[in-house]
């Protein structure tokens, strides 16, 4: 491997697992803020608790992609600082405002509602949830703004052989960030959803099996209690409210992201037709959707793919919104590649000794195709599990299968998995471009930027290999620790996340209740919340 | 000279400063949990003092890493890859410091602990020393080529500047940390940590005193000279304030010694952002580093709007949190029993 290769393998890496922990930050953190107004309007125990439970899995989380945000940012400049050299004066300013306007907020804010349960007014803690959750939304808007402009350049003009930033609105209103966000918040939902419902079966699962849930004549529950804090009846209600709220969220979020993908398929026709075409292993025009397609997809020449199930029309339905229209396959648009960027790279020392060589228009096509239909596939297995997870549950707890409670548990991966094979989809499908050209006539498509030429031309093959190795060493010793983590709270229930629980269960609501509380009370000098 | 850019210049200088300034106590903090902490509860008063803030204060290091990169690009890049190694170290150190605050209290268990421990203080201590060493070198030189990319391999970057600088910025986070601690803190680590201050502060801001006036001999002005004989001024009232007891002045005559200290430094740098050690001519420039005027007047809008409401929160929730902290305050660490068996994923009952 060479600087490049390593170079991408490590943005690859940590930008994956950084968006492990994100879309559970940005998910988690709009269902507890929900939770928690819940709470503040009825006063009802079990909306505590649930706000406490899933706060602190919400917390466990965060902290993970605080850490690995932070290399983010920094690893723009250490490895690819030809690509911030080229696009700095319009790619820089989002990454800035995300900084400035987003991650303040998010963590200042976050730090009042975790410390501040005692010293603020219950109104002001939960705004400062809802600021903190806003917050992360706006952070997600500004990094994709800058995404969508390495995808769709817009707002610039060239000059002196560098794009300059000359429409902020433009830049701003990116249609593809525009779509984009939406789609990548609903993504972020479904992984919440999944993980409420999964944990809430487990515990309802449990409840049953421990013999504290029983079935009563007419088929519905009957919550019991038991001697373990926190398994009290009120427990019940935590988790089968928990468990609706997410089977909820998620089909919600399934629809979203279906809708709003809609949308980014249509323009990425448009904006990047070699993309779509590779995610479909389309090689020559036409109209039909491949179900499955067999042989090597990794050709590059296209002639070993034989498509086995091919629905026609759809392939046009999702391109144009019609059943008619020719898609150009990966053949034709090769052509219209070639003759619009080269078909070799230029022969400047910046491209090392990549200079010269002839230049591969299709992305490696087994990540495309697949990366598309796993995307797909487990973002709709989430949501029919949902549906079945509501009507499994319609009597007011879980069956007592242990298969399904695996099921269930283990569904927590499904949206994770969608959310990594769209990114990976999205960015594989980009190459060999970092800043994919914009075909609009109209649009500025000298205004594009080979990966070649984007690597750090100072930084040698083995330090990139050294911090590869240093941080796929560090995310994974990290990784265990964080799922150890929240395997121990998610075991320890409410209880884990409330101690006040276990020692006087009878002073729960007293001691926390929305309109209650304030200064002066007996044990007020301890602060309610410590490291 | 050109307006927006020299604006900008003055803009990251503030974002730096700011970070020092907040960061700087909390990363001492951190070094303080080994060696000047004595067991678990002193341990727990430090980290309770910082938690709340300490987030919000690292997101200072990500602005002036941003706002170097949407104002002069080719600063960003070419001090961030220069430097790829150290950068590296500092990354990993601020993982596992950030990682270890929210852990540590998360297993009721000594070994578990102490192992956090030791990534907050190495963490903080690494984390300072890369980021003075950074600092240090932007305001030294480094060797690069017309390109702005260094020559000479990965290790090309060290010299003395880079040590002065990493230890300038950790020598200074230590007595801030111990400023800090004074203040915030009750009983026998309050006492202790303006003991400490009195005691180290002539050594701890000896390498930051050298950065600054190594500069003023480099490129000096009459008024950066001046600053520096102010920050001296400040240090010594800093000195006093905290052997007389009055916490609260020496953390702001320290918090003023930053200041000058800072606008001394990058003052004398201007307009030079990077030097190149190789040859004058590649030295990048407010001038030939920066974006253009239309990025900069967009960046000054949203700037003047977004830090001075940054600034508003920020003071708001060290407002919240403005009560001393002590062994008192600190609530028992819990250990609690898993509702469920952890044999209840296991294959059979």
Redesign the interface.
Same mark, same amino acid.
């Given at each position: 491997m060479d600087a490049l290769e390593i170079a991408r393998w490590q943005f690859g890496i940590t930008t994956v697992y950084h968006f492990m922990m994100v879309p559970l930050t940005i998910g988690l953190g709009l269902v507890v803020a929900v939770i928690q107004t819940m709470w503040h309007r009825t006063g009802r125990p079990e909306y505590l608790r649930m706000t406490k439970f899933w706060g602190k899995l919400f917390l466990i989380n965060f902290i993970m992609g605080v850490a690995t945000g932070i290399v983010q940012e920094f690893q723009f400049g250490m490895a690819w600082s030809e690509y911030s050299r080229f696009v700095g004066d319009v790619f820089g300013a989002p990454l800035a405002m995300e900084a400035l306007l987003a991650f303040f907020v998010e963590s200042t804010f976050l730090g009042l509602w975790i410390f501040g349960w005692k010293q603020l007014k219950p109104a002001i803690h939960l705004a400062c949830l809802w600021i903190a959750v806003i917050g992360s939304v706006f952070s997600a808007y500004f990094i994709i703004v800058a995404n969508s402009w390495m995808q769709h350049p817009v707002g610039v003009e060239m000059i002196d052989g560098r794009p300059v930033m000359t429409d902020a609105w433009a830049v701003f209103t990116n249609n593809t960030a525009l779509v984009a966000v939406p789609h990548t918040i609903f993504g972020a939902l479904a992984v919440a959803g999944a993980f409420l419902l999964g944990i809430a079966w487990y515990h309802l699962w449990r409840r049953r099996h421990d013999g504290i849930d029983t079935l009563g004549a007419d088929g519905k529950v009957v919550p019991g209690e038991s001697a373990i804090p926190g398994r009290d009846r009120t427990d019940h209600a935590v988790w089968i409210r928990s468990l609706r709220i997410g089977a909820v969220v998620a089909m919600i979020s399934f629809a979203g992201t279906a809708i709003t993908g809609d949308l980014q398929g249509k323009l990425m026709f448009e904006q990047q037709p070699m993309k779509m075409a590779a995610a479909e292993a389309a090689c020559h025009d036409g109209t039909g959707f491949s179900i499955l397609s067999i042989g090597n997809l990794g050709s590059k020449n296209c002639d070993d793919i034989v498509a086995v199930i091919e629905v026609p029309g759809i392939l046009s339905f999702l391109a144009k919104g019609d059943f008619t229209t020719e898609v150009k396959g990966v053949n034709s648009l090769i052509d219209q590649y070639k003759a619009d960027y080269g078909t070799h790279l230029p022969d400047n020392p910046i491209y090392g000794e990549r200079a010269g060589q002839e230049i591969q228009y299709v992305p490696v096509m087994e990540v495309t195709y697949w990366g598309f239909r796993m995307m797909i596939g487990f973002g709709g297995l989430a949501a029919v599990a949902a549906l079945a997870a509501l009507w499994l549950t319609r009597n007011g707890t879980v069956p007592a299968s242990r298969g399904l409670m695996r099921l269930a548990v283990f569904g927590i991966l499904a949206p994770f998995g969608a959310n990594a094979a769209g990114w990976i989809f999205t960015e594989m499908g980009r190459q060999p471009f970092v800043v994919a050209p914009n075909p609009d006539p109209s649009g500025i498509d000298q205004v594009f930027m080979f990966t070649a030429a984007a690597v750090s031309p100072g930084v040698s093959a083995g330090e990139l290999l050294t911090s590869l190795v240093v941080l796929t060493v560090v995310y994974a010793v990290l990784l265990v620790v964080e799922v150890k983590l929240l395997v121990k709270y998610i075991r320890g229930g409410v209880a884990a996340a409330m101690p006040e629980l276990a020692h006087a269960p009878a002073d729960e609501n007293e001691d926390a209740t929305p309109k209650g509380g304030g200064p002066g009370k007996p044990g007020d000098d301890v602060l309610a919340f410590a490291y | 000279m050109e307006l927006l850019p020299t604006i900008w210049f003055i803009a990251i200088a503030v974002l730096w400063t700011g970070y020092l300034f907040l960061e700087g106590f909390d990363l001492g903090v951190g070094m303080l949990m080994k060696g000047f902490a004595r067991n678990n509860t002193e341990r727990?008063v430090l =980290?309770?003092t910082i938690?709340?803030?300490?987030? %919000?204060n690292?997101?200072w290091?990500?602005?002036a %890493? %941003?706002?170097t990169?949407?104002? +002069?690009? =080719?600063w @960003?890049?070419?001090? +961030?890859?220069? =430097?790829? =190694?150290p950068? &590296?170290l500092v !990354?990993?150190a &601020?993982?596992?410091r950030?990682?270890a +605050?929210? @852990?540590?209290?998360?297993?009721d268990n000594p070994r578990w602990r102490a192992r956090w421990d030791w990534a907050i203080s190495l963490g903080s201590l690494l984390a300072a020393f890369g980021v003075g060493a950074a600092l240090g070198l932007t305001t030294t030189g480094l060797p690069l080529?017309a390109?702005?990319?260094?020559?000479g391999?990965?290790f090309a970057w060290f010299s003395a500047y880079a040590v002065l600088g990493g230890l300038a910025v950790v020598g200074f986070s230590l007595l801030h940390g111990l400023a800090f601690l004074a203040l915030k803190t009750d009983g026998d680590v309050r006492h202790r940590a303006r003991k400490w201050f009195v005691r180290l502060l002539p050594v701890l801001l000896l390498p930051i005193a050298g950065w600054a006036v190594s500069l003023q001999l480099l490129s000096g002005e009459a008024w950066t000279v001046a600053a520096v004989a102010a920050a001296v001024v400040a240090a010594v009232l800093a000195w006093n304030f905290a052997r007389t007891g009055a916490e609260g002045r020496a953390f702001l005559s320290l918090g003023t010694f930053l200041l000058l200290g800072s606008a001394s430094i990058f003052g004398a740098a201007f307009p030079v952002v990077l030097p190149s050690t190789l040859n004058p001519e590649f030295n990048l420039t407010v001038s030939n580093a920066s974006?253009?005027d @239309?990025?900069l007047g &967009?960046?000054t809008v949203?700037?003047c709007i977004? &830090?001075p409401l940054?600034l508003a929160?920020?003071a708001w929730?060290y407002w919240?949190?403005r009560r001393r902290?002590s062994g008192?305050?600190?609530?028992e660490a819990?250990s +609690? !029993?898993?509702?469920?068996a952890?044999k209840?994923?296991a294959p059979k009952d």
């Open positions: - | 727990r =980290l309770n938690g709340p803030v300490w987030d %919000g690292e997101v290091l990500l602005t %890493g %941003g706002a990169f949407a104002a +002069f690009p =080719l @960003y890049a070419s001090l +961030f890859s220069a =430097l790829y =190694l950068l &590296l !990354l990993v &601020l993982i596992f950030a990682v +605050f929210e @852990y540590r209290g998360k297993v080529n390109n702005g990319d260094r020559e391999g990965p974006s253009s @239309y990025t &967009l960046m949203v700037a977004g &830090l940054v929160y920020q929730t919240v949190f902290v008192d305050h600190i609530p819990h +609690f !029993l898993p509702a469920i952890a209840a994923l």
